[in-house]
């Protein structure tokens, strides 16, 4: 039975997971707890998490929350070997320095630039001279590693590039400033298990649209490595590709897919947008 995610994709800590999942080849099945309604709240969620937090995994009973303790526990449970989360204790070290970097800075400064979108607000100078900050850490680390964590892709990359992909929506990331960071995105979005970022992503881009009124053009794919089919725009991707499952559990969680690996690479073109905040584009600002 597929470990159950209790999810919502452009959450940057779910998505890291959903990386790790892909990476490992294991199928999970994915239920989304919607947390813009409060769906966190409810009874049953609260059971199993009493953080209210997503993700939460549920293996067959064994309930894990927080994106980190899932994505180790699923690489120590469901790794061929320790790649993903080596043992060596030095590279270890490193690995956990910048997870808890990851946690403990660049979350916190996602989170304030999500829920600020979400009542309209723009962005100010500080959050741009932040999130330059993390750009800055994050190539210092590329000074001595290859990948995030060490010299081999591991969870850390993940959990990194999860946030990343988000921040460079809110503040591009300058190649001629940032080269490592640069190259580095790109060999993750190389990754051939990138495609599960893109439903999040393009959940962000139409959470981020809708809320400062900004119309853009649907994202266009280029198919990698096989030209088998024609793939426009990820709605009509994730209907094509992912099955929906019915849900048997309580009512107030809702059901979504049944997370079916491996799928074919798809690569989007124009995937990081740059998006430019002024009061003006706001409109009619609500605090609500
Ligand atoms: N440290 C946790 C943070 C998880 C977290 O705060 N997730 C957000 C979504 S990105 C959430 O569940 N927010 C709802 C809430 O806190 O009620 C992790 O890495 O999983």
């Known amino acids: 039975m597929a470990p159950k995610l209790y999810t919502q994709d ?3 800590t779910c998505r890291s997971v959903y990386l790790t999942a892909a990476a490992l080849d294991l199928k999970l099945e994915l239920i989304t707890v919607d947390v813009w309604k409060n769906q966190q709240f409810s009874k049953s969620f609260l059971e199993i998490n009493p953080t209210h937090t997503i993700p939460t995994l549920d293996d067959d009973g064994t309930i894990v929350w927080d994106s980190n303790a899932i994505n180790i526990y699923l690489v120590s449970k469901y790794g061929k070997d320790d790649s993903l989360y080596p043992n060596d204790i030095n590279i270890r070290a490193v690995i956990n320095q910048r997870l808890f970097y990851n946690a403990n800075v ?6 304030s630039l999500i829920l600020k979108t979400a009542k309209r607000k ?4 500080d959050d741009v001279t932040e999130i330059r900050k993390i750009y800055e850490v994050i190539e210092k680390f590329l000074e001595t590693t290859t990948w995030m964590g060490c010299d081999t892709v591991t ?5 990194i590039f999860s946030f990343v992909l ?3 929506t809110c503040e591009p990331l300058d190649s001629i400033v940032f080269p490592r960071v640069s190259k580095w995105v790109q060999k993750m979005k190389n990754l051939p298990y990138f495609y599960v970022m893109k439903k999040g992503m393009q959940d962000i881009e139409t959470f981020t649209n809708e809320r400062l009124n900004i119309k853009s053009e649907p994202m266009i794919f280029d198919e990698l490595p096989l030209k088998e089919k024609e793939v426009t ?17 309580n009512d107030d969680i809702l059901p979504r897919s049944k997370w079916e690996l491996p799928f074919k690479t798809y690569i989007a073109k124009d995937f990081i947008k740059k998006r430019t905040v002024t009061e003006k584009e706001f409109g009619t600002i609500s605090t609500d």
């Open 106 to 111: 660049i979350f916190h400064l996602a989170k």
């Open 10 to 12: 452009m959450s940057p």
């Open 155 to 159: 969870i850390v990359d993940f959990a």
């Open 233 to 249: 725009n990820l709605t009509d991707f994730y209907d094509n590709n992912v099955p929906s499952t019915s849900w048997e559990g």
């Open 166 to 168: 988000f921040l460079v």
């Open 122 to 125: 723009p962005f100010d100078k």
